[in-house]
């Protein structure tokens, strides 16, 4: 069942209109749920309604749990840690049919489970999840929080289960998640707590906790994450498996004393989301079949460059998911490894124990790989076995931490590697960077001056029959005028020309000059200006992201 099919059936029962339809799409989109949850969030209509033309669409019965009574005998016939652990309610017995209920059809494959424990036919049935909640409490004596894999609440004891300390820490998780954050700060001060999110790339406050919940507060995370809680003196790296709204979020948590106490920086990966197409991430007309060519060929180094926190994984993925078919075999070395890719052999970096990007590097080419994902270049050693695979007919993708794309070259030269290997191996390089998308919902024409349109390279000619945007403001967005991000890319394939150049070791400014003056390559500015002129963003933040030239 599509969202389109949800909407239609919505609309054919009265309990929405065309008007607050398109409220709810953008609600449920900025907020990556579903129809009827948002419906129900914004007020829309009432919570039961909604979910019982839901069942309707998907094919299951509806039950309304309300304030009724379940009797033990069929509370029974399921065992409590199953549905906890499930998050289900066996509600009436029907013709030696157990009907179970839960509030999420997305979540039916539990069905096997429960056919299995219950030892006879069970049916699914759909609940508003507010009653179920209450009706699941009642049964059960328990609230299920969705948290840390491994802490739920028979884990961590009932009474732990419902401390206010963690009850914090998974709102906090909870709601960086429906803000669409990509990052949770918690920073102390002398007297406060700050919490902060990223969201869309942009550092916003969302809460100053008193001094004294600092201690308990930092202690739970390094539980959630497996790190030593008496540890305060030296940085420690964690990971936290949590578990929202039926997805998996894997949490990468980086721990670092400060003056103050420690202050931890949690990265929120959602497996589901995290996974984009090359158009998804900005890629469109000219530029897309010229890095679908580059991808394709057979060998040699294709290196994509930027900042921390500039997409560069998320566009190798979607590289590697352009090529993978049976006949292809892929292997990658990755720190951590981020996604898991079906049909894609990936490997763990773990430096404890020497399993080094060198070492995995050197191991694979002895497994026979047609296309090779090295995370990143580091050091020299990875360096020249890269470049090596490269020049015995391997296709190599890794990435630098370089500002551009002409930098790369320079970069590799300075960390060792000779010239004349650097000039044969390398195929191109991409530079990018990531870019607040306008909210199509409340963007609005912008009238801009000769000077900012001069500043991201274009001339009133240039703008001539193109509408240039800026941001406005609304729900959707949480009023910032933006939703969501899409990359800005600088992509440069080596001629014999630039080989020449960087065999003679010349300057990273005459590559760049050359590259751009013969076609081989569009600056990150340029790129940014054309998705002004599209519509796509507005020049401030082109600006922002990219120095005017």
């Known amino acids: 069942m599509t969202d389109e099919q949800l909407a239609e059936r919505l609309l054919a029962a009265g309990i929405l209109d065309a008007g607050s339809l398109e409220q709810v799409r953008s609600y449920a989109k900025s907020r ?6 948002a419906a ?3 007020g ?9 033309v839901w069942a309707q669409c998907v094919g299951m019965p509806f039950v309304d749990p309300g304030d009724r009574t379940i009797g033990d005998d069929i509370v029974g016939r399921v065992p409590k840690a199953i549905a906890i652990e499930h998050r289900v309610l066996p509600v009436v017995v029907k013709n030696d049919v157990l009907y179970v209920a839960l509030d999420d059809p997305g979540r039916s494959y539990v069905l096997d489970d429960l056919m299995f424990v219950a030892g006879g036919e069970v049916k699914l049935a759909l609940a508003p999840p507010t009653n179920f909640a209450r009706a699941h409490e009642r049964a059960f004596g328990e609230k299920k929080v969705d948290g840390a894999r491994g802490q739920s609440a028979k884990a961590l004891g009932e009474e732990d289960a419902d401390a206010p300390i963690i009850r914090l820490v998974h709102k906090t998780i909870e709601e960086a998640l429906v803000a669409r954050a990509s990052d949770i700060h918690v920073e102390p001060f002398e007297s406060s707590v700050r919490v ?7 550092l916003r406050s969302v809460a100053a906790h008193p001094k004294n919940l600092q201690g308990p507060l930092i202690s739970r995370l390094k539980i959630m994450a497996s790190l030593d809680i008496a540890e305060k003196r030296k940085p420690q790296d964690g990971r936290i498996q949590f578990r929202a709204g039926g997805r998996d979020i894997d949490i990468r948590t980086a721990v670092l004393p400060g003056n103050h106490g420690e202050t931890i920086v949690m990265r929120l990966l959602d497996k589901e989301a995290g996974l984009k197409s090359l158009t998804a991430l900005g890629f469109a007309g000219d530029e897309y079949d010229h890095f679908q060519r580059l991808i394709q060929r057979p060998n040699g180094i294709f290196l994509v460059t930027g900042p921390t926190g500039s997409g560069k994984t998320t566009t190798l993925y979607a590289a590697l998911r352009e090529l993978n078919r049976p006949d292809v075999k892929i292997i990658t070395a990755e720190d951590p490894v981020e996604y898991n890719l079906p049909g894609i052999n990936q490997c763990q970096v773990r430096s404890q124990i020497g399993l ?7 191991a694979m080419l002895r497994q026979a790989p047609n296309v090779i994902l090295v995370g990143e270049i580091r050091d020299p050693e990875t360096a020249e076995i890269a470049i090596q695979a490269a020049l015995t007919g391997h296709l190599v993708f890794s990435t630098l931490h370089t500002n551009d794309a002409p930098s790369a070259l320079a970069r590799l030269v300075d960390m060792g590697v000779k010239p004349f290997l650097v000039a044969a191996s390398i195929q191109a390089v991409l ?4 870019i607040r998308v306008l909210c199509p919902s409340c963007k609005r024409p ?12 274009l001339s009133p000619d240039d703008a001539a029959g193109s509408t240039v945007f800026g941001p406005g403001g609304c729900e959707a967005c949480g009023h910032s005028g933006y939703l969501g991000r899409k990359g800005i890319f600088e992509l440069m394939q080596l001629d014999d020309e630039m080989r020449e150049m960087t065999f003679r070791r010349e300057p990273t400014m005459r590559i760049r000059s050359y590259a751009e ?3 081989a390559m569009r600056s990150l500015r340029s790129d940014g200006a054309r998705k002004v002129l599209d519509g796509t963003t507005s020049i401030e933040e082109v600006l922002r992201v990219v120095a005017a030239e």
């Not at 902060?196 to 942009?202: H, L, Q, S």
């Not at 080094?356 to 050197?362: D, G, Q, V």
Request: glycine fraction near 6%.
């Open 356 to 362: 080094t990007f060198a070492r995995i590097l050197r």
């Open 44 to 52: 829309i209509a009432p919570e039961a309604d909604l979910w019982r």
């Open 32 to 37: 990556r749920t579903h129809l009827c949850a």
């Open 446 to 457: 912008h009238d801009a001056a000769e000077s900012e349109l001069r500043q991201i390279g």
């Open 40 to 42: 129900a969030q914004l």
């Open 196 to 202: 902060r999110y990223r969201v869309d790339g942009v």
């Open 431 to 434: 530079a990018q960077r990531l």
């Open 517 to 519: 003056s013969s076609g």
